[in-house]
Nanobody, 126 residues
Framework: QVQLVESGGGSVQPGESLKLSCVSSGSPSNFYSMAWFRQAPGKEREGVSCLSLSDGRAYYADSVKGRFTISRDTAKNTLYLQMDNLEPEDTAVYFC???????????????????WGQGTQVTVSS
């Protein structure tokens, strides 16, 4: 069993930054992908960014490309999402997820991930 715990959310103004963390525990050694998703009120969950664990390649949604950076600290079993130049449209609950496989053309599909955290709220408002 794998447990994922997100932290780092909060309320910021447009243009500011936040860094989310996701600590994993259990048996994550057989996973091939780690990702961040988000869900705004009344909207479907959408993929934000994904890290392929086999080659370290990162993937981003067009809406966050150039503003968000995904990274991982294997010694701390922690996945990060650095979010810069935040916009009101980034307001959502952010979730981290891990998967047994990785699909470069489908990383943003939530059903491909096996374990999820409980989420952390990010609010961007002036």
């Amino acid at each position: 069993q794998v447990q994922l715990v997100e932290s780092g959310g909060g309320s910021v103004q447009p243009g500011e930054s936040l860094k989310l963390s996701c600590v994993s525990s259990g048996s994550p050694s057989n996973f091939y992908s780690m990702a961040w998703f988000r869900q705004a009120p009344g909207k479907e969950r959408e993929g934000v960014s994904c890290l392929s664990l086999s080659d370290g390649r990162a993937y981003y949604a067009d809406s966050v490309k150039g503003r968000f950076t995904i990274s991982r600290d294997t010694a701390k079993n922690t996945l990060y999402l650095q979010m810069d130049n935040l916009e009101p449209e980034d307001t959502a609950v952010y979730f981290c997820a891990v998967g047994f496989n990785f699909y470069s053309t489908a990383w943003f599909k939530s059903h491909l991930y096996e374990y999820w955290g409980q989420g952390t709220q990010v609010t961007v408002s002036s």
